[in-house]
């Protein structure tokens, strides 16, 4: 398949949107997420449960599934995106890394912390595939499945997987943990989609 021609400004602007989508989201999961000690689907919990099933480290299944995403990235969903989603990965780092280091000092409570937190991701997420990236993790396979059935959303498939590693994660974290996920895989996946629906992809 051709590798379709970027312009510079759109490799530029590409990348701008794809570090704030990564700050918004970064921020979202350290400061809320990590502190509510959530369990939200993803890399990492994937990372969580592949740790406790078997001899290896969380740390080296969270590297070896994000290894695999970006693999898969490029194989199935082209350069750009690829190069994007490296981009996407070492700015999510650099963001939680500092977010980490700026934590406040209070927890917002449940109620409104998973919402705002929801609401949070679900919007990084979308500016990083809005300007053909991914976040380097399984919203990958949510891209392929997409880009081959259009009629089947970005958002529904990003649901469908994180519910399967969410599913598999409560026979280790507690039906409460599960439950809190649940809710917050709602609340973004419904917040990508309507915003996908709303404002489409970048052009270019």
């Known amino acids: 398949m051709k590798e379709e021609t970027v312009t510079v400004h759109e490799a530029v602007m590409d990348v701008v949107w794809v570090i704030i989508g990564n700050a918004v989201s970064a921020f979202a999961y350290s400061w809320i997420m990590v502190k509510l000690n959530i369990i939200s689907g993803g890399v990492t919990a994937s990372g969580m449960i592949m740790g406790k099933l078997t001899p290896l480290s969380v740390t080296f299944w969270t590297n070896a599934i994000t290894v695999a995403c970006l693999l898969a990235a490029l194989i199935f969903l082209g350069v750009r995106t690829f190069m994007n989603s490296i981009v996407s990965s070492l700015a999510y780092m650099g963001w939680f890394t500092l977010a980490q280091a700026l934590a406040p000092a209070h927890t917002l409570p449940v109620w409104l912390g998973l919402p705002i937190a929801g609401l949070g991701v679900g919007i990084g997420y979308y500016l990083c595939i809005a300007h053909h990236s991914s976040t380097?993790?399984?919203?990958?396979?949510?891209?392929?499945?997409?880009?081959?059935?259009?009629?089947?959303?970005?958002?529904?498939?990003?649901?469908?997987?994180?519910?399967?590693?969410?599913?598999?994660?409560?026979?280790?974290?507690?039906?409460?943990?599960?439950?809190?996920?649940?809710?917050?895989?709602?609340?973004?996946?419904?917040?990508?989609?309507?915003?996908?629906?709303?404002?489409?992809?970048?052009?270019?």
């Open 136 to 204: 380097a993790g399984l919203d990958v396979f949510a891209l392929v499945i997409n880009k081959h059935q259009p009629k089947f959303s970005v958002g529904l498939g990003l649901r469908l997987i994180n519910l399967i590693v969410l599913g598999i994660g409560a026979l280790s974290f507690g039906l409460k943990s599960f439950l809190l996920g649940l809710i917050f895989i709602l609340i973004y996946t419904e917040t990508l989609t309507l915003l996908q629906k709303r404002f489409g992809t970048a052009e270019g």
